[in-house]
Structures are given as structure tokens and as C-alpha cells.
């Protein structure tokens, strides 16, 4: 969604605003702008906005544009269509005060009002807008006091950064609900929404918390609060290289990250397999072993993919830890008053960690008393931190908005986790010696499934010119078949439904035809022979199929139109062999139909709003 950059030093500003900028680019934008402090002559903010992508902003302003300070912001629109008008900076009368903002101001229409009989002429349909004016009618020649008096006023979520002509090289931020992070350098500062467009000038970061307030210039940060209190904050250095968001040779980061698997999920597992006792250890739950035996249901809130993941993770504690375990949809949950039992745990999943659906939920079951986990990929967002404690799935920043490799390391953690529980309940040594075995296997047996790419690119080919799709699996292999809809819709634009296999003749088999191909998962479990006459009924009814089965599955190889096989293993860790096929096909027919893989429309990577 939305990205904020700001930028105080010694470097070409407009370079810094403009590589920030092509950094957030990921996370899904419509229009961007930038706001560059003048340093010689009259004091001005030179400001340039384009709607359309950062190359279109990046052609519009000029080569020689000086500045020694600025912010720049990819808007994603929320109030307001996608005009030039409604891009952020927005600025106040003066055109002296520029604000960059994420969030939405929920209280804008009353302010707007107040402000506009008060004289201002607002120029944009946007929430924003106020921000500036309101500064400015608290401006008395300090940018922090002023910006403190205005957030008095405001109700909703923010992330903002603002500078002042007459104040070069300052630039103050706030935060509510809307990530903003300081970036520490030596004789220059960053301020981000996120990490990703500071990681080229610095790895020491502050992350700032809601209801706090900060104040930049090149040598010197202060950090109060609301009521500009000095706060007292740790720096804390991110471990990123720089190569981890570069494409490194591939065409799109989402085949990059696919491709990445086998090492993704090796690090999520990476010292949290106990062989020697057969299960497995995750460090920052902070709950005691009695607290973990106690525990008599699972729940799992998320959001889209973090969804399919806790879905499949569900299934999987059930199956295997015999504890009841049902995943919620974070949307929804939030607004039904959820029921909170106390001898639940909960967990909530999202790659981002601030998802706004997940994240409200959250809160929402903790205001119940719920005990909430978080399984998080990125360090320090904020339900990682707002959560009573967690497991991180460390993947390395994922750049694609279609997420790939934080579902599988996702994935890794209920697997760890579930043979932890299963381990202090009836699971036996041998039989968990099995399973971590098994488990620890995963990587090799994504990287067998790699090597399917030409096939199933060689499919993709044959196939993507169709409409519509159904996803069909069965029990563990059900949420993948979502999963699968999903990764196809999401990127290619083509319509795709998952269902369970079973679920289909109660409705979706009327859409059979020869022009509507089903993608079948196929386990060689106990259920291989309930699939096997699922596809029967669609081949019976003219319906094309391919199936995800296990190599030397000769039956269902026979039946099908398309076959693509995933190396033999415990079936109940197909779900990670089967979802790669899945993730390859949409990413081919979304290349072969010429889509911004990375970028669909649409799309946001970390979708703060509700
Ligand atoms: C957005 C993205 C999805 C993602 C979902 C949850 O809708 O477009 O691809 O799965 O958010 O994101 P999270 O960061 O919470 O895992």
C-alpha cells in the first residue's frame, strides 16, 4: 500500500527520495510524488507528482533539481480517485508545509469544513489534505510544536513525515497505526514505512510505536510523544543485505522467491528441530511447558495466503497433534464478537505484520483475554510486536506482492510447532523422529519439484488463454487448492476457484465444460480414491484435467490431460511439494499474458486499511 520516504544529508536528495520510492514500489501503488526542500534563494518546497508508476515521476523532474532534504510518498487511493491532484505531498496555503501520509483520517470531513471556513482552499478530494492546513494554523515558526498541536486533532491512522521550507534539513514524523521507521546514518536520516527503502544507506533502524513523534535533521534525531515527552529508544540493526531485494537475475522477484524455497524453508527450520528428543523448539512463544500442555484448541487468524497457510496448518494440528484447530478470517472474525475461550491459544499469521484486518482482529481476541502468537516475517512490525509472542519465519524480505515463500516458511512453523505439541501429547518418540525427519527433508523435495519448471511452463503454455479454473484437493491438500486459486487470480487475472474436491459435485461441477480446466492435487493417501472418481466426473462431463500427484500415481497419470508429479514422501507434508507447481503455473500464464507479475493491479503487498 502506500510508502513513505523521507531524506535529510548530504547526498543527491531527489536520488534518495526516488530509489526509496522504486524500493516501495512492491507494495502496490497507483500515483507518487516527492517534496524537495530548496537549499539557496528564497526558501521553497519543489514538488513534482505523476499519477502512474515511479519511472513516469522520476521522467518529470529535472536533472538539476537541488535540495538537500525532501519526502516522497507512493500512494495507494483510498479517498479520492487516481488523479495528479490527489498524489501525495499535499501541501497547506502556503505551499510552505508538505505532508506525506499513510493511513486514513477518519474525522477529515468535520476538520475540512472547520478548515475551509477558516479560509483554506483545499485542492484535493483527499483525507490528507487537512494535515497541512491544520500544521499551518498552529505554526508559529517550530515545525515539531506545530505538528504536535495538530495530532491533537486527528482521529484514525497515520504515518506521516513533514517538512517546512523555512526549516532545511528538518523533517518531523508521526506515527498511529501506520508503520514508520528511522533510519540512522552517519551524517544523514532516513524516515520509512518500511525497511526496504532505507536498506541501501543504512542497517540501524529505530522502529517507532504508535503515539510517537519524531524529529530529524541530518546529525540528530529526538523521539517524544504526543504530548512531547523525550522518549528513550534502542537502535536496532537489521541484518538484510542488500541482495536479498534484488532480483539477482531473474526477470521477476516472484520467480525469484519461488525459486528460493528450498533455503527459505531451510532457515525458518533452522535450529528448531530437536532430533535427539524428537521435537521441535521455538523460543519466543513465552508460554511454559505446563501453559503448552494446557492448551485445548488452536485458533489462527490471517488474511489471504497467511490464511491458506493457517488453514493448512489447522488441518495439520488436528490430524496430527489431535488438537482441535480452526482458522478465521481476520475480516471477519473482527466484526462477530468472537467467542474467546480460555484454554485457547491463538496465533495470528501474516508475512507483513501489519495487515490492518489481522492486526484489529488481534487486538480485538486480546481485549478478550486471548493469549495471541504471531507468526511474522518481518522483524519488529507491529504484530510482531504487539503480540504476546511468536515465531518468526525468516524468509528475507519478500518483494513480489503475490506471496510465495512466506507461505512455505509459514507453512514450516505449524510444522515445527505441531510436532512440539504433538510430542508433549500421544505422539511417540519414534513416530515424531518420523516426522521431524520428514520435515527436515522438505527443502530437498522443493528443489526436486523446481526442476519441473519447464514443464509446467510447457503447460502454462497450453493453458492460460482459459477463463476459468477450478482448484480442486482434499483434506490437507484443500487450503493448497485455495492457495492455488488464489496465486492464479491474484497475478494472472484469471478467474479460479478452489474447492474441495468432495465439495464440487454440490454445485461447481455445473460449470464443467471442455472450456473450463480443473487442477486437481492428488496425495496417494487414504484419500487418493475418493480424488481419483472426483476426476472421473469431470472427465466424464468433458472437462479438461492436470493434477499435482505423486511420481508413479500411473492411475491418475492415465486419466488426466496433464500430469505434473511431486517426489514420493509422507503425505502429509505434500502440501509443500504440491503448492510449487501451483505457484509456477500462475507465474507462467501471468507471463505469458504479459501481466505485471510483481505488481498486479489492484494489489497491495501490506494492506493497512480495513
Ligand atoms: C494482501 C496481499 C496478499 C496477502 C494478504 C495478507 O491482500 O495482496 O497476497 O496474502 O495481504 O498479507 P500478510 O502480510 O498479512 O500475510
Not at 497457510?309 to 478465521?328: K, N
Not at 468472537?338 to 482482529?361: H, K, R
Amino acid at each position: 500500500m502506500c510508502g513513505i520516504i523521507g531524506y535529510t544529508g548530504p547526498r543527491k536528495t531527489t536520488n534518495v527520495l526516488l530509489e526509496g520510492l522504486r524500493r516501495l514500489e512492491y507494495r502496490g501503488y497507483d500515483s507518487a510524488g516527492i517534496a524537495v526542500g530548496r537549499i539557496s534563494g528564497e526558501p521553497r518546497l519543489q514538488i513534482i507528482k505523476t499519477v502512474g508508476k515511479i519511472a513516469a515521476l522520476q521522467h518529470e523532474v529535472p536533472k538539476d533539481l537541488e535540495g538537500a532534504w525532501g519526502i516522497g510518498h507512493t500512494r495507494w487511493a483510498t479517498h479520492g480517485g487516481v488523479t495528479r491532484e490527489n498524489a501525495h505531498p499535499h501541501l497547506d496555503q502556503s505551499g510552505k508545509i508538505a505532508v506525506v501520509h499513510n493511513g486514513i483520517i477518519e474525522n477529515h470531513r468535520t476538520l475540512r469544513i472547520l478548515l475551509e471556513k477558516k479560509g483554506c482552499k483545499f485542492r484535493s478530494e483527499t483525507d490528507t489534505e487537512v494535515i497541512p492546513h491544520l500544521i499551518s494554523s498552529y505554526y508559529e515558526g517550530d515545525l515539531l510544536e506545530a505538528v504536535l498541536a495538530a495530532l491533537q486533532h486527528l482521529e484514525g491512522t497515520y504515518g506521516i513525515a513533514v517538512v517546512h521550507a523555512d526549516e532545511p534539513g528538518r523533517i518531523v514524523g508521526a506515527r498511529n497505526g501506520s508503520p514508520l521507521i528511522i533510519g540512522v546514518g552517519n551524517g544523514e536520516m532516513l524516515l520509512a514505512s518500511d525497511i526496504t527503502a532505507m536498506v541501501a544507506y543504512t542497517n540501524r533502524v529505530i522502529y517507532l510505536n504508535d503515539g510517537e513523534v519524531v524529529d530529524i535533521t541530518k546529525d540528530n534525531y529526538s523521539i517524544c510523544d504526543r504530548h512531547a515527552k523525550k522518549l528513550d529508544k534502542k537502535i536496532d540493526e537489521v541484518s538484510w543485505a542488500l541482495g536479498a531485494i534484488e532480483k539477482t537475475g531473474f526477470m521477476h522477484y516472484m520467480e525469484k522467491e519461488i525459486f528460493e524455497q528450498p533455503e527459505s524453508i531451510a532457515r525458518a527450520m533452522s535450529g528448531r528441530i530437536d532430533l535427539e528428543n524428537a521435537t521441535a523448539k521455538l523460543g519466543g512463544l513465552n508460554l511454559t511447558k505446563r501453559q503448552l500442555a494446557d492448551v485445548k484448541r488452536v485458533r489462527v487468524i490471517a488474511a489471504g495466503t497467511s490464511w491458506h497457510a493457517g488453514m493448512t496448518g489447522s488441518y495439520l494440528l488436528e490430524q496430527v497433534a489431535r488438537i482441535p484447530a480452526q482458522a478465521e478470517l481476520a475480516s471477519e472474525l473482527r466484526h462477530r464478537n468472537p467467542v474467546v475461550e480460555n484454554d485457547s491459544l491463538w496465533f495470528v499469521v501474516s508475512q507483513s505484520g501489519e495487515t490492518a484486518d489481522s492486526l484489529y482482529a488481534m487486538r480485538e481476541v486480546q481485549r478478550k483475554g486471548a493469549t495471541v502468537l504471531g507468526i511474522c516475517n518481518v522483524v519488529g512490525s507491529t504484530i510482531a510486536r504487539e503480540s504476546d509472542g511468536g515465531v518468526y519465519v525468516h524468509s528475507g524480505p519478500e518483494i513480489a506482492v503475490a506471496s510465495t515463500k512466506a507461505f512455505t516458511s509459514q507453512l514450516t512453523v505449524f510444522y515445527l510447532f505441531t510436532l512440539l505439541m504433538a510430542r508433549m501429547r500421544d505422539m511417540s518418540r519414534e513416530e515424531g523422529t518420523r516426522f521431524a525427519n520428514a520435515l527436515a527433508a522438505v527443502p530437498e523435495m522443493v528443489k526436486e519439484t523446481l526442476n519441473q519448471r519447464d514443464h509446467i511452463q510447457a503447460i502454462a503454455k497450453k493453458y492460460y488463454r482459459a477463463k476459468d479454473f477450478l482448484y480442486l484437493g482434499r483434506g490437507i491438500l484443500y487450503p493448497i487448492a485455495l492457495e492455488g486459486a488464489l496465486k492464479l487470480k491474484e497475478i494472472s487475472y484469471i478467474h479460479a476457484e478452489g474447492y474441495s474436491a468432495g465439495e464440487m459435485k454440490h454445485g461447481p461441477i455445473a460449470l464443467i465444460s471442455p472450456d473450463v480446466p480443473s487442477f486437481f492435487l492428488v496425495s496417494d493417501d487414504y484419500l487418493h480414491d475418493k480424488t481419483i472418481s472426483n476426476i472421473r466426473e469431470i472427465k466424464a462431463r468433458g472437462g479438461p484435467v492436470i493434477a499435482v500427484g505423486v511420481e508413479g500415481d500411473t492411475e491418475t497419470q492415465a486419466l488426466v490431460d496433464d500430469f505434473i508429479p511431486v517426489p514420493k514422501a509422507d503425505p502429509r507434508f505434500y502440501p509443500f511439494s504440491m503448492v510449487v507447481p501451483l505457484q509456477l503455473f500462475a507465474y507462467f500464464c501471468a507471463l505469458e499474458l504479459g501481466r505485471d507479475i510483481d505488481q498486479p493491479r489492484n494489489l497491495a503487498k501490506s494492506v493497512t486499511v480495513e
